[in-house]
């Protein structure tokens, strides 16, 4: 550990206060002095006391408690922990379970630590591992936090710091991924995780209070296709996120957040910068981000038009967790601008060819020249021409977009809205190595379950690496141009 995060560690394990060892029926399971009623076969080496901590060092290893509280026997209950990861660092809490082969857990659930800076992990802290997973980091490095672990009957919350991250229901019969661990609730009992000799995590104040047996009635999901396509992917690390979600009709951030946690799928809400919109300044786009701190979702910005770029400096565009835009609103050769949405904008094609020839001539700039992540409802044409998408997207325009979102590191959308783009489009992209995303751009309160993104990803074969992800700070487009 570096010494700034040695002083870093201090300062955080002075800033919280302890929690209370006996209120209202929480009973501690560590003691702060020693590891009694705990257990580990694997390697006892791996878990220690230190200071009063919990700390988890070395090769990986569970360390399961085997005390008198409950009889180590756990169903309904509450679970409070501080924890606090160091850089790089990944652990688990797991739950219903118990010891197994070789002293892993043999069944039941887990609460994954790990934070922004695990490698190729999109399943960050707070995730009820690969059932409802979350993936925007929510908590930092060399912090403490807490995570409370709520189960009653069929229903699991997960919070981090007091806020709902988790909120979820198991079917009557949990869905079984193939060649994946069966995750499903039960009884049995807690069990941390060492991750290995490069991962170090600090636990404090592991506090239990146990529920009644009988647990409020709670609605089962329909398990149907797009339920069982959703729990593989959650299962399988795809970063499972509606990256185009907006509060229109509506909508508010209280009910995005609820139908995120119903569904398991994560949210990244966007506000529209452009002429026209409420959002033409940096001091309205600062507002937005300030009343979106704090929610477990994604906040993003989307370009309207050219002009988006003029309105706002690279400095607020870079403080957003991602930005896009489409080419659905353009001005052509002869200084006509319109938002192809609009009939009455649009007005008649005669030249179809030239018309594709033009807004692929506008894709390719926005491309090259315009800040975004991602490139959204790609490959839409008006409604004049969308019945000839087929033979207007032609082989060489779709290699020209495909060429250009690759060379400048741009994802693609596959919108569910409108079910863009053909898969034809999707497997030559995929060919290329260009990154996707999911997206609905909702109009309304209605936001769906992804569900074409779920029919291309079997269809086109994608797999969790072909998704793009948020970049971290310094690395954003607005902080290279």
Known sequence: MSAISRRNLLTSLLALPALSRADDGWVPLFD??????????????????VDGLLVAEGPRAHLFYSGSVGHADFKNFELKADV???????SAICFHTASGRGDRPSRGLEVAIANAGVAGEHRK??????????????????QWFQVHLTTRGKQVQIRLNGVLVVDYVEPQTPVRIAHEPERALGHGTFALRCDGPNSKVLFRNILVRQLADAAPAVDPPVVDEIY??????????FPLVDSHVHLKGGLTIEEALRESRRLGIGYGVAINVGLGFPT?????????????????CYAALQGEGREWVTLV???????????????MTFTDDNGKRMRTWITEEVGEIPDAQRFMDTLVSRILGILEHEPIDIYANPTFLPAAIAGDYDRL????????????????????????????????FIKAAKKAGVKFSFGTNNSGKELGRLEYGVQMVKECGLTWQDFFVPRPDGQKPAQKL
């Open 84 to 90: 606090m990861s160091t850089a790089g660092s990944r």
């Open 228 to 237: 069982r396509g959703l729990a593989e992917m959650s299962a399988r690390n």
């Open 32 to 49: 702060g002095a020693s590891l009694d009623g705990w257990k580990s076969g694997e390697d006892v080496e791996s878990f220690k006391v």
């Open 313 to 327: 400096s690279k400095e607020t565009i870079a403080k957003f967790d991602y930005v896009f835009t489409d080419c």
């Open 125 to 142: 802290t707070g995730s009820l591992y690969g059932v409802r997973n979350v993936y925007k980091a929510l908590v930092k490095d060399d």
């Open 393 to 424: 997207w032609t082989a060489e325009r779709m290699r020209k977009v495909i060429q250009a979102l690759k060379k400048n590191n741009v994802a693609m959308e596959i919108n569910n809205s409108r079910r863009l783009p053909s898969p034809a």
């Open 280 to 296: 033409t300044t940096d001091a309205a786009a600062e507002e937005y981000l300030r009343s979106m701190q704090g929610q477990p």
